[in-house]
């Protein structure tokens, strides 16, 4: 596309745009009010969703998204423009929408200044670049410099160009001039996959990526001077450029945004207000348990007629442990302090619903008080297998790592296992217990009813065939076979071989569903599937091979995320227990999933995840971090993206041929399903491993009305969420009260249609330093009841699973 066809597009000669959806974030005056409407709906709006005047019949430009056919999405922050794909899957067709995260939403307007061409006439396919400062920074701060107009589409992909305003071209235009350039490159982006673009383009587009609060979406561009020079650099775009290399333009262009990341991420992030270090310092305390059951004062509404069960949540339970240390005359006392939010000593909950008498009780017990007297009588954590921690300081010296460690675990309670439940797991000959695991392969066998630990093994102690210091914290559940399955790893000083393990009740002794050698990885979950397992392998890189990996005690610490690697898919086969083929995806990072499902009219596999540019995710969770007021503090925000696997049984034949050549990898397709951030996702465990449409989990309510990033809030997660992953016009429908930070949410289901149950969810009150349990309808997001527990349970990424 010449400059010529893009400046009539800038001039509003293509037709046919739809325009852009506006909300107003500052605060709308009274002649907008009327057209602006709020993103978010509250329980009061679900309540009344069936009534039309709540705009059940309102079009998708009235309740806050554009139309699912819309090539134009607005867009602010820093001026990147927006890309809006339509793709095919199965039947059906998705619309993928990607906008810079925590953007500013701007109305649309016609560029009333026509350009003049004379740059483009200079050069026929770039666009010169002559923004000043004060233009981005009208931007950056969400005043109004035009909007941001789509100027090209294709099933492929579409490559935006925006406008800063005052007739000054974005960024965008400079990214785009370029990539127009070359049309290999320019679907590359599009798609974001690897059709149609070479090692070179890959490379670039993952070592870019987006700032780790964003989905993905058009490159990042770097900021401008006002003499047109690119990062602070001199840019030149004489006549000769146009000899130069397309290749090494795009290379220094990604090297200098990828360059000016980090400090755009710090200029975008807030420092938290005193109100919310007051939040995460009480709610990142230590907890004290309640090991007898306690009846609970219903605080708001009534008892939920017809659920029944019981809800367990692990969790973070103590921070810290005092010791003692002798003195020559006197005996003080110091403090380890975990460093990591996942690495605290677990606690778990239970809350019991009684239908017949109408209450609810709640108990809890701290499930490693061994293993904190050992701390005391170490003064740290000695650690049994290297990555043992995901990063905390062990407080202990190098020549402890050559003192000889026990082979298995002396006490039920020796061992921190709290970082997922799985319910009557078949160990030691019974199922009538529950299972908290952690991610180097042990497993605390717990009595449901007292909550009381009765042992822990490892899954090597199962099966001698189930090798691997490393495993899969959330091991995952097929109710049809009852089966459960998990992955372990064994880092090894140049390959990480992994073996895929099953455990059912017809065989508790378990046995090896397949192995195969990849590089290393954090891997925190995986997919299932009726005839698949899937694996997804992060790229990761540990340092002087494995050495680093073997003398280190934290994981993080040991293992390095590499955004210009990809990641591989690895489909194995649970009748053939073999892997049938890899596919490849462009860098991101996950920790948890939220269905697979299995087409077996095209072939393929789609895997639903919540996603993240890198791993930052992890490491912003430093307990000292989040509780010192003069550091910043951001959770990066997750989205729902799935990736489908096409065409399994034909790539297995490939795979077979090439013999598993990694540059013959097919790339698997990405699909953005909703703009709304979520983690901690779950769905009704009715509708696993099937087609389904709703997803609950947690978010933040600023980022879901589009408040830009130096107004949205910064803390934990203060929302509970529900998405209709089939409908990205619907509007989400959202839980949440002010000081109230819920965790995750559990769909208990009622009936057999797919969202009528009830939501379960502890959350934390940091008004009062306490904790309710909250229950809601899952179809409307009514608030059902409220019940305040005897005291507070502490933030965190903690895992729950509901037992009838």
């Given at each position: 596309m010449t400059t010529e066809q893009l400046s009539k597009k800038n001039n509003g000669e293509d037709a046919g745009a739809p325009p852009l959806v506006t909300q107003d974030v500052a605060g709308a005056s009274e002649s907008d009010a009327s057209t602006a409407s709020p993103l978010l709906q509250t329980q009061d709006e679900a309540q009344g969703a069936g009534d039309e005047s709540k705009g059940a019949d309102k079009p998708a430009e009235q309740i806050g998204h554009a139309p699912a056919s819309a090539d134009i999405v607005s867009s602010g922050d820093s001026a990147v423009a927006v890309a809006v794909t339509q793709s095919s899957v199965g039947t059906s067709k998705h619309?993928?929408?990607?906008?810079?995260?925590?953007?500013?939403?701007?109305?649309?307007?016609?560029n009333k200044e026509n350009s003049s061409g004379s740059e483009a006439n200079d050069h026929e396919d770039f666009i010169s670049v002559n923004a000043t400062a004060d233009a981005l920074q009208e931007i950056s701060l969400g005043e109004e410099a035009g909007g941001v107009r789509a100027m090209g589409s294709s099933l492929t992909g579409s490559v935006a160009i925006g406008d800063l305003g005052a007739g000054k071209p974005s960024p965008a235009e400079v990214a785009a001039a370029i990539l127009l350039k070359d049309s290999d490159t320019a679907r590359a982006f599009g798609a974001r996959g690897f059709q149609g673009s070479g090692e070179s383009d890959r490379t670039a587009i993952g070592a870019l990526g987006e700032s780790s609060t964003s989905p993905r979406g058009q490159p990042e561009i770097a900021e401008l001077s006002d003499t047109g020079d690119i990062g602070g650099e001199d840019y030149d775009d004489d006549d000769d450029d146009d000899d130069d290399d397309i290749e090494e333009k795009q290379r220094r262009l990604f090297r200098l945004a990828a360059k000016r990341?980090?400090?755009k991420e710090r200029m975008a992030r807030t420092v938290v207000s005193s109100e919310e270090v007051e939040v995460l310092r009480s709610g990142l305390s230590s907890a004290r348990e309640c090991s007898s059951p306690v009846e609970l004062r219903i605080i708001n509404g009534a008892y939920p007629e017809g659920l029944r069960g019981s809800l367990y949540c692990v969790g973070p339970g103590r921070f810290e442990v005092a010791y003692n240390v002798q003195r020559e005359l006197e005996q003080a006392t110091r403090t380890f302090h975990f460093g990591h939010i996942m690495d605290a000593l677990p606690m778990l909950s239970k809350v019991s619903f009684?239908?017949?008498q109408a209450t609810v009780t709640y108990m809890s017990r701290l499930i490693a008080k061994q293993a904190a007297g050992r701390i005391q009588a170490e003064h740290g954590v000695n650690t049994k297998v290297p990555g043992a921690l995901y990063q905390s300081d062990t407080n202990?010296?190098?020549l402890n790592k050559f003192i000889p460690k026990a082979s298995h675990y002396s006490t039920p309670e020796g061992e921190s296992c709290g970082q997922d439940i799985?319910?009557?797991?078949?160990?030691?000959?019974?199922?009538?217990t529950i299972v908290c695991t952690n991610h180097v392969g042990a497993l605390q066998n717990i009595d449901p009813v007292d909550l009381h630990p009765r042992a822990i093994v490892e899954l090597k102690d199962i099966n001698p065939e189930f090798k691997g210091s490393l495993s899969c914290p959330h091991m995952q559940y097929d109710s049809d076979a009852r089966e459960h399955f998990t992955v372990m790893q064994e880092v090894g000083f140049r390959s990480t071989t992994y073996t895929v393990v099953a455990i059912s009740e017809s065989q508790p002794e378990?046995?090896?569903?397949a192995s195969f050698v990849a590089q290393a990885s954090v891997l925190h979950s995986f997919a299932i599937t009726h005839d698949y397992i899937v694996v997804p392998v992060y790229p990761y890189t540990a340092p002087i091979g494995g050495m680093s990996y073997r003398w280190g005690d934290s994981l993080l610490e040991t293992l390095s995320f590499d955004i210009t690697r990809s990641v591989h898919f690895y489909v194995i086969s649970r009748e053939y227990r073999r892997v049938q083929c890899v596919y490849q995806a462009p860098a991101f990072f996950a920790m948890h999933q939220i269905n697979a499902v299995q087409e077996s009219a095209t072939d393929s596999i789609s895997i639903d995840l919540v996603a993240y540019e890198d791993d930052a995710v992890l490491r912003r969770l430093m307990i000292k971090d989040m509780r010192k007021p003069s550091v910043d503090f951001s959770i990066p925000s997750g989205y729902a993206r799935r990736y489908q696997l096409s065409g399994v049984t034909m790539e297995a034949t490939k795979f077979v041929e090439s013999k598993g050549r990694p540059s013959l990898f097919p790339p698997a397709h990405e699909l953005l399903l909703r703009v709304e951030s979520i983690e901690l996702a779950r769905i009704n465990p009715m509708v696993a491993a099937r087609p389904y449409t709703y997803v609950y989990g947690l978010s933040h309510v600023e980022r879901l009305q589009g408040l830009p990033?130096?107004?949205?809030s910064t803390t934990m997660y203060n929302c509970i969420v529900k998405l209709d992953i089939n409908n990205s016009s619907a509007r989400p429908l959202v839980w949440s009260r002010k000081h109230c930070y819920p965790s995750e949410p559990v769909f208990v289901p009622h009936s057999d249609k797919e969202d009528d149950g009830y939501i379960v969810s502890l959350f934390f009150d940091s008004m009062r330093i306490t904790s309710c349990v909250l229950v809601l309808d899952a179809k409307t997001f009514k608030e059902l009841m409220i019940a305040q527990l005897p005291s507070a349970v502490p933030l965190s990424f903690g895992h729950a699973k509901f037992s009838i």
């Open positions: 619309t993928t929408t990607t906008i810079k995260s925590n953007a500013t939403t701007f109305s649309d307007r016609e990341r980090q400090q009684d239908p017949k202990q010296t190098f799985q319910l009557f797991m078949p160990l030691q000959g019974t199922s009538q378990g046995y090896v569903v990033a130096h107004v949205a």
